[in-house]
């Protein structure tokens, strides 16, 4: 099955993801006790922070030149469940404050989002040309050192990680 996205839409949508990405970082870090943690959760944010100027600057050249790309994963859709899910894990889709995760059920979100990330940006990278593939391939990278560093910081803290691949199809 195919799906078609404009490369404007995508971009548009991964801004939103990064912006939300970097709140997401900073509410867990504020929630963070080990100082070496909370840098690394900081630095997280901010890289997000550069991620959504990335993606606006695709958005701005791609608005008047919205062709349809065709991917073979549905892109919009997993971006917006990954919007979704972040939201709901800093308890921006509830009234209720017992629906907000605690740190190790945050840094388990922020692994399975990160891996996702990695997955759809990979698919994303196909469609997009020279210009953008190697800033494209950099923030890649960047998303698996970040899930990487997740999962140390997991271990270090004596919780439990999920699969060193990714065993998670979807976001938790």
Do not use: C
Request: no cysteine; glycine share 4%; net charge negative.
């Amino acid at each position: 099955m195919t799906y078609p996205a404009s490369l404007f839409q995508i971009a548009n949508l991964a801004v939103k993801a990064e912006k939300i990405g970097e709140k997401f970082y900073y509410r867990l870090a504020a929630k963070q006790k080990d100082g070496q943690v909370k840098k690394i959760l900081h630095f997280f944010a901010e890289q997000e922070q550069e991620h959504a100027v990335f993606f606006q600057n695709i958005a701005d050249e791609a608005k008047n030149n919205d062709i349809k790309q065709i991917f073979s994963t549905d892109v919009i859709s997993l971006i917006n469940e990954g919007i979704n899910q972040i939201e709901k894990g800093m308890g921006l889709k509830t009234t209720s404050p017992t629906n907000i995760l605690n740190v190790g059920q945050s840094l388990t979100l922020a692994l399975n989002i990160e891996e996702e990330t990695v997955r759809i940006y990979t698919e994303i990278q196909n469609a997009l040309d020279e210009k953008h593939n190697a800033v494209m391939h950099k923030i890649i990278n960047e998303e698996k050192k970040h899930a990487q560093l997740i999962r140390d910081i997991m271990r270090q803290a004596n919780l439990e990680t999920p699969s060193e691949h990714g065993g998670n199809d979807k976001l938790i």
